[in-house]
Nanobody, 114 residues
């Protein structure tokens, strides 16, 4: 079955960087567009970034444009989210999502705080 396992979250100071990874298995990774979502405490889950199957097309939530970069390595079945210039408002649980099968990972916590 589809499995998505996120990693790379943690505590970081404002202005810092983190790279999240999502290891995929159980399906042909290159056949699915992939998304990163996040959910902050007391807020609805929101789409942060999306990437096409080949990685040529990407889109971002306005508040992260210029700071976050989504990418994928289809040879490694892995999705990435590079997050720079982090702000306290980026604090959330981050989830990767397989569009083709509507499957989600368990999430990884990101806390931006001094």
């Amino acid at each position: 079955q589809v499995q998505l396992v996120e990693s790379g979250g943690g505590l970081v100071q404002p202005g810092g960087s983190l790279e999240l990874s999502c290891a995929a298995s159980g399906f042909t990774f290159s056949s699915s567009a992939m998304n990163w979502y996040r959910q902050a405490p007391g807020k609805e889950r929101e789409l942060v970034a999306a990437i096409s199957t080949g990685g040529f097309y990407t889109s971002y939530l306005d508040s992260v444009k210029g700071r976050f970069t989504i990418s994928r390595d289809n040879s490694k079945d892995t999705l990435y989210l590079q997050m720079n210039s982090l702000k306290p408002e980026d604090t959330a649980v981050y989830y990767c999502m397989c569009v083709r099968f509507d499957s989600w990972g368990q999430g990884t916590q990101v806390i931006v705080s001094s």
